[in-house]
């Protein structure tokens, strides 16, 4: 479909400034890569771990976008205003992460649970910031009923665009995205609007664009980490040539080698699957205790042929 503007969804671990560079580079770069949230802190504005994420050049050839976890507004208007220092012009504000830790502190798709709040948090930020602010957002905590009234509140301000992942918090992932809250914010929504949600495979794309040929704003998380060329039509030597170019991204900051055999491996949770007759490899991928005979493995898997995904 022409004209439709894709973005990488923030998946905390996985979707790092390597990761974001490396899938650009192999891949047609995407419209909008968001980065792993953000939490403020009183003390400084970011943890080192965090600033690498954000720094511009660790981001070169890509448009990334930051995104704050927070239900206080001083603290996303501290940490926004950094940012704008960094350069950045667009921020976006996570009330989608349905996680029970986060949740519980009534942060991410658990703000949603307090309306008001919500409502006084986004007048203050809008008041102190010369920004584009745009939110990703679940349709409620405990009911999608709650969408009504948290539409509302959107609708009160000049968003960037509203992301909506058409579940519950309390779905986590699990049951079928609620389409028809979706078609609620279609018709009612003053913003413009983003799609995200079990957009996994190129037959479940099409279907959304026969369902809603009028949208134009799609973003995708585990589509794209259960196979990254989802979106071009990736081919075997470019999935071979990521992994790579990841590989070697992580070897050139200095990591353990522990920590980078848990990021590869973590990739092939997803993307073993990619490969018709390979499952066998999985277990002896997730036994590896050494980079050689991780990659002695990996090399094996790439002589398989991959599926119609």
């Not at 679940?138 to 960037?160: A, H, S, T, V, W």
Request: include cysteine.
């Amino acid at each position: 479909m022409k004209n439709i503007k894709y973005y990488f969804a923030p998946m905390e671990g996985i979707t790092t400034f390597t990761y974001r560079v490396a899938h650009a580079k192999v891949y047609k770069p995407l419209d909008k890569y968001f980065i792993p949230f953000i939490e403020p802190h009183e003390k400084r504005d970011f943890k080192n771990k965090e600033l690498q994420e954000i720094l511009p050049e660790n981001n070169e050839g890509i448009y990334a976008i930051p995104q704050i976890l927070t239900n206080r507004a001083e603290g996303f208007i501290k940490v926004a205003l950094a940012l704008q220092k960094l350069g950045y012009q667009e921020i976006n504000l996570n009330v989608g992460c349905p996680s029970k830790t986060v949740s519980s502190k009534y942060k991410g798709a658990g703000f949603l649970a307090r309306p008001q709040e919500l409502l006084h948090f986004l007048e203050e930020i809008f008041d102190a910031l010369d920004l584009k602010i745009s939110i990703k957002t679940r349709i409620g905590r405990d009911n999608p009923e709650e969408f009504y009234q948290i539409l509302e509140i959107y609708n009160k301000f000049p968003l960037e665009e509203l992301i909506i992942h058409p579940r519950i918090q309390t779905d986590y992932y699990k049951n079928t995205p609620r389409m028809e809250y979706y078609q609620e914010a279609i018709e009612k929504s003053t913003n413009p609007l983003c799609y995200n949600g079990d957009l996994f495979t190129s037959n479940i794309l099409q279907e959304f664009y026969n369902h809603f040929p009028e949208e134009r704003r799609l973003m995708l998380g585990r589509g794209l980490i259960l196979n990254p060329g989802l979106l071009c039509h990736g081919t075997k030597e470019q999935l071979q040539e990521f992994h790579e170019l990841l590989l070697q991204g992580y070897l050139s900051r200095g990591m353990e080698e522990n920590n980078i055999l848990y990021k590869m491996k973590e990739l092939w949770f997803y993307q073993i699957h990619l490969f018709q007759g390979a499952e066998k490899y999985e277990k002896k991928i997730k036994k590896a205790q050494r980079l050689i005979e991780y990659q002695r493995i990996v090399e094996e898997v790439f002589d398989y042929s991959i599926v119609d995904w």
